[in-house]
């Protein structure tokens, strides 16, 4: 065939393309030779055409057989895993996974296939370490701290009581602040037995910020009237107890402008329960703002009402009376309000900010001070006061009916009128008397 094509061709390049062409054609027949046969229907069938054995090609002798591997039908075992399952696979579907106990499937007494666990270096724990948000733990309250004076005992409604002797007030209060936490839940019994009005002072401090609050408690019907809350703003949590109790006050001298309104007097006795012996003794001894804004107060309340008394009394915390519960709670969720309204409007002090820095802050009592020996401000000049007295009454009029039977001839002569006028027309049976003259010795 080579010679043929070049017998007929006398040019050197076209020789040697026409031997390319034949090359080339000869190649492909070679390479389609070797794929099977296409069927009689003349349509291409691919699972015909891997079923017929492929042509071989030559391959070198020393190349490496590599089996065929089948995914359906390979028997060779697999090599094991290299870690634990986390549960037997199952095969039915009715298969829990919130419930494997109560799955067929799942059977937690078969004997399970151990297999080798490999084990990796875990991180040694930090010296510090930082709790999660559900980890972390409500601040303890710190130990409340008790006045140091000697103790004396009390009658209270027949009942002897054990309290602290505190200094004489120069205003018309008295305090009780029992010595143990039995005589102080019997003072409270036994003042609420009396007719007087009774309330419940406390206050909550939260980033810098405090807030009072006081209740009024109706014995009669066991549920609360008043309720009084204000905020003191910046202030401690000493402050915000001691707003509390001149809340009380508030609160109690408008029910007394209102009785007079309605004509329904009550009783002019003020009882105020509180937890804080600091408040209770800081009340009227202390020169911070509140505590002399209760001082004009409560003078300004006995000036008007001559009647006033008021009794401070020591509550313990956690005694769980529901006077005193719902005090604490308005003025706790008045703090937290406020503090996560500054939080979110990013306005707190950087102190504020650090984690535990906005949590309510202790009690006022639990700090240590001149208070536990009944002064909290020795140095502040407290000023007496004296109840104004009343001015005496005018004598009556000696007009007494009877009294011409003890004291002799007595005239009792009616003016005449000036006009004829002035006196009424007379009507059949009735009788006018104008003039009357007794002449009667006593007896």
């Given amino acids: ?13 076209t020789s040697t393309f026409l031997t390319f062409v034949f090359d080339a054609k000869l190649q492909l027949c070679r390479i389609m030779s070797s794929f099977p046969p296409f069927p009689p229907g003349g349509r291409y069938s691919p699972s015909a055409a891997y079923n017929e054995t492929p042509a071989t090609f030559p391959y070198p002798t020393n190349a490496p057989a590599y089996p065929a591997f089948d995914a359906y039908n390979n028997d060779a075992p697999r090599p094991p895993f290299t870690y634990e399952q986390p549960r037997r696979p199952y095969d039915t579907e009715t298969y829990d996974p919130y419930q494997p106990a109560s799955s ?29 948000p559900s980890q972390r733990q409500p601040p303890v309250d710190t130990v409340e701290l008790t006045v140091l004076t000697d103790s004396t005992t009390t009658q209270i409604s027949g009942q002897t009581v054990s309290i602290h002797q505190l200094a004489h007030s120069h205003l018309p209060i008295r305090k009780y602040i029992g010595t143990s936490r039995a005589d102080a839940l019997e003072i409270h019994r036994r003042l609420c037995m009396s ?29 609360s009237g008043s309720k009084m809350r204000g905020n003191l703003g910046a ?42 012996q600091a408040a209770i003794v800081a009340i009227d001894t202390s020169s911070r703002p509140e505590a002399l804004r209760f001082d004009k107060l409560w ?18 915390k956690g005694t769980s009376i529901e006077g005193h ?10 703090a937290s309000n406020s503090y996560l309204k500054r939080k979110k409007e990013n306005s707190l002090a950087d102190i504020y900010k650090r984690p535990g820095g906005g949590e309510p802050a202790p009690g006022g009592s639990t700090e240590a001070g001149p208070w536990q020996r009944g002064d909290a401000d020795p140095s502040r000049r407290k000023s007496p006061y004296e109840r104004p007295r009343p001015l005496p009454s005018p004598a009556p009029a000696a007009i007494d009916h009877g009294q011409h039977l003890f004291s002799g001839t ?34």
């Fill in 1 to 13: 065939m080579h010679s043929l094509l070049l017998g007929y061709s006398t040019d050197p390049l």
């Fill in 104 to 132: 067929s499937a799942y059977d937690p007494g078969a004997p399970s296939i151990s297999m080798p666990i490999t084990t990796f270096p875990q991180r040694p724990p930090s010296a510090r370490p930082v709790p999660t």
């Fill in 195 to 223: 007719a007087a009005s009774i309330w419940y002072a406390d206050g909550s401090s939260r980033a810098g910020e405090a807030w009072s609050a006081a209740i009024e408690w109706i014995i009669d019907s066991a549920r």
């Fill in 235 to 276: 202030a401690d949590a000493l402050d915000a107890e001691v707003g509390g109790i001149c809340k009380a006050a508030e609160g109690f001298q408008e029910l007394l402008h209102q009785s007079i309104k309605d004509g329904k007097p009550i009783s002019h006795e003020l009882i105020v329960f509180c937890d804080s």
């Fill in 299 to 316: 003078r300004n309340i006995c000036s008007e009402f001559l009647q006033a008394e008021l009794k401070l009394a020591w509550l313990p």
């Fill in 325 to 334: 519960v719902l005090a604490d709670k308005i003025a706790t969720v008045g």
């Fill in 410 to 443: 007595v005239t009792a002569v009616k003016p005449e009128p000036e006009t004829d006028e002035d006196i009424p027309y007379s009507r059949d049976g009735s009788i006018f008397v104008t003039q009357c003259v007794s002449t009667l010795q006593p007896l």
